[in-house]
């Protein structure tokens, strides 16, 4: 079955430091993977997707994201953080059976930023 | 704004009551999926509809039921409302069936008292 782990809660770092935010995933072929990001109160946004190709994606608002196969992981960073980047970040596998789908998402990041 | 509408953004009612949550997806998207996002629980996948089928279930309860209709806008029946069912109920969209990018609504806020 596939699943996410994201294994920080909680991240807080000063504005225009550089942030790396965890995902692995487990599945068992290769997977669909996405990173969202919810601000307060809103529903979430699609920042980066991977489905095939170049390992490492590019997303809106400056984020990035690397696909490594062997770790099993699905890292997304940005070289510098914004005071508007507070936000829930959710990063998500998703799957084909058949004729039915779904997206798994993990139990989220929250990253707060230090002025 | 993504494009998906939910009604209504907040619902207040009683324990053993049943509600109906709606959502109308992107213009062209035939997908529909509806989210329940918890403090306890996280974001947990419900189910999913494809032009009017069912194409997927997640933890959806057996109290809990949802349809597509022909205009492609779905709704969410929600039964036996219990204390625990209070959470943020999201709708999502995509344009195929396929696990591609998805379009959330802002979510409808159910509280049961």
């Given at each position: 079955a596939q699943s996410v782990t994201q294994p920080d809660i909680h991240i807080t770092v000063s504005e225009g430091a550089s942030l790396e935010l965890r995902c692995n995933y487990s599945y068992g072929a290769t997977p669909y993977l996405f990173?969202?990001?919810?601000?307060p109160g809103?529903?979430?946004q699609l920042l980066l997707k991977y489905f095939s190709g170049d390992t490492l994606v590019q997303g809106i608002k400056g984020f990035e994201a690397e696909f490594k196969r062997s770790q099993s992981s699905f890292n997304l960073r940005k070289p510098s953080v914004h005071w508007s980047d507070a936000a829930e970040y959710f990063c998500a596998v998703?799957?084909?059976?058949?004729s039915a789908s779904k997206i798994i998402f993990g139990s989220g990041t929250r990253l707060s930023i230090r002025p | 704004d993504s494009g998906v509408t939910q009604t209504p953004k907040h619902l207040i009612t009683a324990t053993g009551q049943r509600v109906t949550l709606r959502c109308s997806p992107r213009s062209g998207d035939l997908s529909v999926y509806w989210y329940q996002q918890s403090l306890d629980q996280g974001l947990q996948f419900l189910i999913q509809y494809y032009n009017g089928e069912e194409?997927?279930?997640g933890n959806i309860l057996e109290r809990f039921s949802a349809q597509q209709f022909p205009d492609?806008?779905?709704e969410l029946n929600l039964s036996s409302l219990e204390l625990g069912d209070s959470a943020l109920y999201f709708c999502a969209s995509s344009v195929d069936e396929v696990p591609d990018e998805q379009y959330f609504g802002p979510g409808t806020r159910l509280t049961v008292t």
């Amino acid at each position: 079955a596939q699943s996410v782990t994201q294994p920080d809660i909680h991240i807080t770092v000063s504005e225009g430091a550089s942030l790396e935010l965890r995902c692995n995933y487990s599945y068992g072929a290769t997977p669909y993977l996405f990173w969202y990001v919810q601000s307060p109160g809103q529903g979430l946004q699609l920042l980066l997707k991977y489905f095939s190709g170049d390992t490492l994606v590019q997303g809106i608002k400056g984020f990035e994201a690397e696909f490594k196969r062997s770790q099993s992981s699905f890292n997304l960073r940005k070289p510098s953080v914004h005071w508007s980047d507070a936000a829930e970040y959710f990063c998500a596998v998703g799957a084909r059976y058949s004729s039915a789908s779904k997206i798994i998402f993990g139990s989220g990041t929250r990253l707060s930023i230090r002025p | 704004d993504s494009g998906v509408t939910q009604t209504p953004k907040h619902l207040i009612t009683a324990t053993g009551q049943r509600v109906t949550l709606r959502c109308s997806p992107r213009s062209g998207d035939l997908s529909v999926y509806w989210y329940q996002q918890s403090l306890d629980q996280g974001l947990q996948f419900l189910i999913q509809y494809y032009n009017g089928e069912e194409r997927a279930k997640g933890n959806i309860l057996e109290r809990f039921s949802a349809q597509q209709f022909p205009d492609l806008h779905s709704e969410l029946n929600l039964s036996s409302l219990e204390l625990g069912d209070s959470a943020l109920y999201f709708c999502a969209s995509s344009v195929d069936e396929v696990p591609d990018e998805q379009y959330f609504g802002p979510g409808t806020r159910l509280t049961v008292t």
